[in-house]
C-alpha cells in the first residue's frame, strides 16, 4: 500500500486526544498540498489525524460518551504508544499538561475525510531510514503492525472499523488482530454487546452501552431528535435507512447498507454482523 510518509510530531496540549485521533505537526505543512491530500490545518500548521481502521469508544460526542473507564483507557493507550506520559486534563478532557508535551513520530497517509483529518496510519519515532519525507513509500502489513493504528486493535480499546480506501492486506491482518483480542475478552470485548444486542431502556443508559462506536453515534443522534428527551426506538430502523451508511461485506463482497444489518425489535438492538466484516464506503 503506497501512503505518503510524512515526518512531524505528536502534540497534545490545548488538545483532546482520544483513542483513535491525535494532533500531528508536520516537519513542513506544505507535505500534504504537494500531495494533494486534503487536510485542514490549524494556525500552528496541526492536522488533527483520523487512525485508519479502527474506532474506540466515544469520550465527547455531541455531548454524549460511552463507558467512561474504556474510554479513557483507550485515550491514555494511545498516548503511552507515542510516548507522552503524566497527562492532565480539565473538565473539557482538554490536555493542560504532558510531560513531554511532544514526541517525535511520523505518520503515512494518502487522504483526508470529509471533516479534513488526515487517515493515517501513526507511528512513534524514526521511520525507517529508506524513507524520505513527503514521498511514497509502501506500507506492508510487517510495517503496519508496529503502528498505533494495530496496537490498539491489539489491546482490544478499539473497535476495527474498516472503510473501503484501506487495502486489503492490511485490512486482514488488523481483523486478525481484533478477533485475537475478542478471543482474550481484552478490552471493550469483556463487554461488548453489539452482536449479542442490548435494550436501550432509557436516555441514560446509552452512555453505559459497550458497542461499536458508530453504531453508538447512530442512537445518540436519533434520540437527540426526541424533544420530549424520550429513548423510543420506534423509528430508529427507518432513521437508519435514511443515513444512506453504504457498505460491502466480507469475504461475500454483499453491497448493502448499515440499516440491513442492524435489527430493531421494540426496543432491542443488534447488529447482525461482526465488525470486522463489514467495510464501509468512504463518503
Known amino acids: 500500500m503506497a501512503l505518503t510518509m510524512i ?22 505543512p506544505t507535505t500534504y498540498a504537494r500531495a494533494n491530500i486534503k487536510v485542514r490545518l490549524n494556525g500552528q500548521g496541526g492536522a488533527q489525524l483520523r487512525l485508519d481502521g479502527i474506532d474506540a469508544l466515544e469520550t465527547h460526542y455531541a455531548g454524549w460518551h460511552q463507558r467512561t473507564e474504556l474510554g479513557n483507557a483507550a485515550a491514555k493507550k494511545l498516548l503511552d504508544y507515542l510516548g507522552i506520559k503524566n497527562v492532565r486534563r480539565n473538565n473539557r478532557g482538554i490536555v493542560t499538561s504532558a510531560r513531554p508535551d511532544e514526541v517525535p513520530g511520523y505518520i503515512m497517509t494518502r487522504f483526508a475525510d470529509k471533516y479534513g483529518r488526515a487517515v493515517s496510519f501513526a507511528f512513534k519515532g524514526a521511520p525507517p531510514t529508506n524513507e524520505a519525507d513527503g514521498e511514497l513509500a509502501f506500507l506492508d502489513v510487517e510495517h503496519m503492525r508496529k503502528s498505533a493504528n494495530h496496537t490498539m486493535l491489539e489491546s482490544g480499546l478499539a473497535y476495527p472499523t474498516f472503510y473501503s480506501l484501506l487495502y486489503v492486506d492490511l485490512r486482514k491482518a488488523m481483523a486478525d488482530a481484533a478477533n485475537k ?18 435494550d436501550v431502556t432509557d436516555r441514560d443508559q446509552l452512555s453505559d452501552l459497550v458497542i461499536l462506536p458508530k453504531l453508538f453515534r447512530r442512537l445518540v443522534d436519533y434520540v437527540d431528535l426526541d424533544e420530549t428527551g424520550g429513548a423510543s426506538l420506534d423509528g430508529f430502523a427507518h432513521y437508519l435507512d435514511t443515513r444512506n451508511d453504504r457498505l460491502f461485506t466480507v469475504p461475500d463482497g454483499h453491497s448493502t447498507e448499515l440499516s440491513t444489518l442492524v435489527t430493531v425489535d421494540g426496543q432491542h438492538v443488534q447488529l447482525t454482523v461482526p465488525p470486522e466484516r463489514i467495510v464501509f464506503q468512504e463518503g
Open 181 to 198: 483480542a475478542r478471543t482474550a475478552e481484552k478490552g471493550v470485548w469483556h463487554d461488548d454487546l453489539t452482536t449479542a444486542g442490548f
Open 7 to 28: 515526518k512531524g510530531r505528536f502534540r497534545v496540549i490545548g488538545a483532546s486526544p482520544d483513542g483513535d485521533s491525535v494532533r500531528f505537526y508536520a516537519d513542513d
